[in-house]
């Protein structure tokens, strides 16, 4: 095999790889694009999961820095624009280009999304503007960015620079793609050739499906031309002219192993920069998955914890918080709202605006909810990032309601505890005087008959009889309430329980005019002592039946399930009983009428508290109280 034909075999070669890269760079170019479309794409589908018409200028900015754009804006069905944020770049918005294009976009809806390069007055400032028309054909995201990267791969990618970079090889004399309109491109100023209708070797190539060569004699050098039909959807078709050298073959085979290589090295590149960029968006595809997860993980953490927790940032405005903030102060939607507008309460006022903002606080309020006091205590701290200055404040309010309600039952418990040990001595010490007494009166009464005033003697010592024994019961009872009796739990039907009570109180009620209703939940099992929950019953309808005060009435029982507790709740329609005193009715003593102990309440409420329930009071639809009964169910 001679020389010129080993040179024709590698000149055949370079000019079919050099056809082929040009038609990668151009496949390069379609999918820089196409690679370009997907990124911002996948930014507006962020966007478009908010709705437009209501979404903050704030929020677009946060996606834009996230993303690292110029800004994101929306457009409505009128190219008007509604919501914008801008992190960086021109801070007046698109330009009036970026509008019309959005405008013809909402005419011609069967072109979705449009990408348009705007390469600007300012040197080097070159942006892109990333048109898309939403699935309702309502909106238009416009989306800005920095689009010098994007120049810096196509000027690489392009075919020209292809072309110049391997012109620039040992032993290339030039490169030419010619159609029968004229030259398309070339490696370098050519002179005058003819056109391919005037060279008979060229309009034959052009029917040609191989390569063809000749030698030639190009600028007073003779070159070996190698001619290839080339076509595609960017250029016209025409004809790929490779001149080699033919100065020197040793040179142009040492050459072409380096043209090969560089030739290798550029589709190599070119692969790489792709698969490089699929695998960045793969990662940030997982990362944005990841941080969507985690972001929903703690959203939910955020929003399901009991403790109320909000920021309120230099201007007063609620910047974020969760749903038991809201639920504490009884307030919907306080996010984006002024502070102070929404929560009415001095002490959070001031660690949030003025000389207070961003101060540590830490104090207990009461607020009103729903006609029922609300014990919240509230901590204030300074919101800082990196050592910054205080960019708000952070609210973190508990629900202590429950809490102080423990510690007057404790209190309460204590008083009890202290009364039973002062009643055991007490007592004791009351009854044996009193025994004499009521043996006095016994014998007065059956032994001696006066002379005079016979009938008020009788009367006198009957009276000191009576009081000796109500005094008595009333020591009884007391003992009974302060002492610890060991109680005898066992499974109790309360449906069946209630409806024995009721039919044992019926005959008293229906001779004082007293309306007795039932609504019972059957099914609910508790662990109960069968006396001591009688006596519940009893003294809850004596305080009905005195509210009455002798006056026709109703009372009604009803129960209400959950899957582990049950609610009985017994109601009358007498006069009710005022909130403020509420919480005395279950002191030993208290009492709101001339002939009561103030023992009742208080008995029952330890009952109550033994059985490990609990008791409130609430004003009850028929117009009087309430007595709600809340105690565990039996598994």
């Known amino acids: 095999m001679d020389s010129l034909q080993l040179l024709r075999m590698q000149g055949g070669a370079f000019t079919e790889a050099l056809a082929q890269a040009a038609e990668s760079a151009m496949a390069s170019e379609s999918f820089v694009d196409y690679l370009i479309h997907l990124r911002y794409a996948e930014v507006v589908r962020n966007v478009t999961r908010h ?92 989306l800005a960015a920095d689009a010098s990267y994007y120049i810096e791969a196509l000027r690489e990618t392009q075919i020209g620079y292809l072309t110049q970079n391997m012109a620039r090889e040992e032993g290339v004399e030039y490169i030419i793609y010619q159609s029968t309109e004229g030259i398309i491109f070339s490696s370098r100023k050519t002179g005058q050739l003819l056109a391919i209708e005037s060279d008979p070797f060229l309009t034959e190539s052009l029917d040609s499906d191989s390569i063809r060569y000749r030698t030639y004699e190009f600028q007073q050098r003779q070159v070996l031309e190698l001619v290839r039909p080339f076509a595609s959807e960017d250029y016209p078709f025409g004809l790929l002219r490779v001149g080699i050298s033919l100065e020197g073959y040793n040179t142009v085979s040492r050459s072409f192993d380096r043209l090969m290589l560089s030739l290798a090295a550029v589709m190599f590149g070119l692969i790489l920069v792709g698969l490089l960029y699929l695998r960045s968006r793969r990662k940030r595809r997982e990362l944005s998955e990841r941080y969507s997860r985690i972001k929903t993980t703690t959203d939910r953490i955020f929003d399901e914890m009991r403790t109320g927790v909000a920021v309120v940032d230099h201007h007063g405005i609620v910047t974020l918080v969760n749903a038991a903030f809201e639920s504490v102060f009884g307030v919907s939607n306080m996010l984006g709202r002024q502070f102070s507008s929404v929560v009415s309460e001095p002490q959070l006022d001031h660690a949030t605006t003025g000389s207070g903002r961003g101060t540590s606080t830490e104090t207990e309020i009461m607020i009103e909810r729903k006609g029922a006091a609300v014990h919240l205590l509230a901590a204030t701290s300074a919101l800082q990032f990196d050592g910054a200055e205080t960019a708000g404040t952070v609210i973190v309010v508990y629900d202590v309601t429950r809490l102080k309600q423990f510690e007057r039952e404790a209190v309460r418990r204590e008083r009890l505890s202290e009364m039973g040990h002062l009643a055991a001595g007490v007592a004791h010490e009351i009854r044996n005087p009193l025994n004499t007494i009521s043996i006095a009166a016994q014998r007065l009464a059956g032994e001696f008959t006066p002379e005079q005033n016979q009938q008020e003697y009788s009367g006198m010592t009957s009276q000191i009889k009576e009081e000796a024994t109500r005094l008595n019961e009333i020591i009884t009872r007391f003992l009974a309430l302060a002492r610890e009796e060991k109680k005898r739990f066992q499974p109790i039907a309360l449906d069946s329980f209630i409806e024995e009570f009721v039919h044992f109180i019926t005959p008293e009620a229906e001779q004082l005019g007293i309306e007795l209703s039932v609504d019972l939940v059957s099914g609910c099992t508790i662990q109960a002592d069968d006396g001591n929950l009688k006596q519940v019953f009893t003294n809850l309808f004596n305080n009905a039946k005195e509210a009455l005060n002798k006056q026709p009435g109703h009372v009604r029982i009803r129960t209400e399930s959950t899957k582990d507790k049950v609610q009985i709740l017994l109601a009358d329609s007498g006069p009710g009983i005022k909130e403020s005193i509420r919480e005395k009715v279950f002191a030993p003593y208290f009492t709101t009428k001339d002939a009561g102990t103030g023992l009742g309440l208080p008995t029952v409420h330890k009952i109550i508290s033994e059985m490990g329930g609990e008791i409130t009071i609430a004003d009850s639809d028929l117009g009087g109280a309430e007595f709600v009964i809340t105690l565990p169910v039996q598994k």
């Open 51 to 142: 709705d437009l018409a209501n979404v903050s200028d704030q929020q677009l900015v946060r996606t834009a820095v996230e993303h690292d754009l110029f800004g994101l804006f929306v457009l409505d069905s009128t190219a008007t624009l509604t919501t914008g944020g801008v992190t960086r770049g021109p801070a007046s918005g698109p330009p009036q280009f970026v509008f019309d294009e959005a405008a013809q976009l909402l005419s011609q809806p069967e072109h979705r999304y449009v990408l348009l390069l705007d390469e600007g007055d300012d040197p080097g400032e070159i942006i892109h503007y990333y048109l898309e028309l939403t699935n309702d054909l309502r909106w238009v995201v416009v």
